[in-house]
Each structure stands twice: as C-alpha cells, then as structure tokens.
C-alpha cells in the first residue's frame, strides 16, 4: 500500500500510484468492471517506463480472498474485506461502485457496500485536504442516491433504471430534508467537481446548452482538459472544506462503455491528457465525453 498522499494529482515527476478500492458483491456486472479496470491498469505516469503503474486496483467484497460470482463470467476474488476496508479507507483515493442485477438486493437488505460509499464521504468532509473520488457505473449510482451522496448533484445511471435512480434520489432528499439531484438522462457520465473555478463566456464550446438536451442551461462542461494543463488556481481547502462533500469528485456513468469513457476521463484529470489519450489507443477505444457540472473538467 501506498503511504498516504495529500493529492491524488500526479504531480510532474511523481509516480506513485494512485490507490483504488473497487467494491465487489454477489452478482454485480463484470461488464460495469471490464472496461474502467482495464483503463485504470493499463495507465501509466510515464509511457516509456512501463513499471510505473497509475493506479494500484484492490477488489474488497464480504469477505477477504473471497471468491465474487458476478452475474455472468468468471470469479474474482478480492483481496480485502469490507470491514478491514473500512478501517484503512484513508489509505484510498478512487472508490469505484459497479452496477448489477443484485443492486435492488442490496437497498433492500441495507447490505454493503452502502456503509463503505457513506464512510468513504464522511472521511472526504473530514480530511478535504485530500483528493478522492466516488465512481459508480450503471445501477451503481442506485446506490451513492440512498445514502443521500448526490443531494444538489447531476447524475446519470442505467438507461432502464431512470425511474428507479429518480425515485431513490427523491426519498433521499425527503428523508435528508437536502435539495434534489438532477437526474441527466443524454450524458455517457456526469462528473461534479466543485473545487475549481469555471471560467466564463458564451463562446466557449465546452459549455453546455439547453438545445444539448431539452434541459435547462447549466453551468456544464464538456470535453476534458487536465489539472496540469489548466491555467485555473485550486479552491482553498477552507472553501472545500465549507461544501457539504468536502471537496469530493462524484462520477456516475451509464453502464457497461459509458464506464470506460467515465474511466479515461479519471485518467485524464488524475494523471494528465496524454495518459488518457495513450489509454485509449492502446484499447483502440474511441472516447465518447462527458458532462462536467460547475468546474473545469480535470
């Protein structure tokens, strides 16, 4: 394990791996895992070096070395339990929560990984200092909407589950007393990053607009352009610290590819541009973006 990073933003000449927990249960959807695991190991800081890693993947489920049956597909077992995952979460970085038939299982037996996704939030509001980012893919989002996780975000989620995703997102609102989550039903991922400014004109093609969706305009962006080739300043960490996530990153993709794309993007705004770029054509994988809400997209 890495030792504890105060940014997960590679900095120029920094090849420490950025650690990821990727949360497995009975019957989750290998497709929701294939892609973005595939990004996430293929990454590296440097292309000519090919030890240095980007990202260093550990799988935890109910049980340590635990065999995972997904709904189709081989095992894969996982290498750290949920409750030792919650006593060494400071350690991690990226948590990434993948869809599955199981996920309605899960809401209705309040079963993990709702308390890790929770916990994961929690340690953000109490150490915003650091940098880390909450992922879902496809049902996954179902379940960052019950523990109140988007309150006043976009989000997106499977195509056959908008109802449901709008629903789980309304009762937590309720529940919460908290403001709603705009639900984006045309974005191949959403990502609310709030720590950085969005630098203003009517021109600019990034911005989204209402004829992008029938929706109303919002301060959106699409496209990707890295922390390290952005001219914007940080948000002081008083100011993350006063938002109600503490300064998380909050990715919900579609399922299946609309994971991969979610994925490359995680590239881009945590290692650079170009990483993502040479992920992607390594994969021979055409990048569908995004949507970015209020902030650069990095």
């Not at 996430?40 to 049980?63: C, G, I, M, R, Y």
Request: with cysteine.
């Amino acid at each position: 394990m890495a030792a504890h990073m105060s940014s997960a933003v590679a900095d120029d000449g920094d090849n420490t791996p950025i650690q990821v927990l990727i949360a497995l249960y009975p019957g989750f959807d290998r497709l929701d895992l294939d892609g973005p695991l595939k990004v996430l190991n293929t990454a590296l800081h440097d292309p000519k070096d090919k030890t240095s890693q980007a990202f260093d993947v550990t799988f935890v489920s109910a049980e340590d070395q635990e065999e995972v049956k997904p709904d189709k597909g081989e095992p894969i077992k996982s290498q750290t339990s949920f409750k030792d995952a919650h006593k060494d979460l400071e350690n991690y970085h990226l948590l990434v929560i993948v869809g599955g038939p199981s996920v309605t299982k899960i809401l209705d037996k309040e079963q993990e990984p709702l308390g890790l996704i929770n916990d994961f939030a929690e340690l953000q509001k109490r150490d915003p200092a650091t940098e880390r980012t909450l992922f879902s893919v496809g049902t996954g989002s179902l379940l960052l909407a019950r523990e109140n996780i988007l309150s006043g975000l976009s989000a997106t989620t499977h195509p056959d589950y908008i109802t449901k995703f709008e629903n789980e997102c309304s009762d937590a609102a309720t529940r919460h007393l908290t403001e709603r989550t705009d639900v984006i039903e045309d974005a191949r991922y959403v990502v609310n990053n709030l720590r950085f400014d969005l630098d203003e004109g009517d021109e600019s093609p990034y911005i989204r607009r209402k004829s992008d969706s029938g929706r109303r305009p919002s301060n959106a962006r699409k496209g990707s352009m890295s922390f390290k080739n952005s001219n914007s300043r940080r948000e002081s960490i008083v100011r993350r610290a006063a938002m109600r996530l503490g300064g998380l990153r909050v990715i919900t993709a579609g399922p299946e590819n609309s994971g991969t794309d979610a994925a490359l993007y995680l590239v881009s705004a945590l290692v650079d541009d170009g990483c993502a770029a040479e992920v992607a054509r390594t994969m021979q994988w055409t990048w569908n973006k995004g949507v970015v809400v209020d902030g650069l997209d990095v």
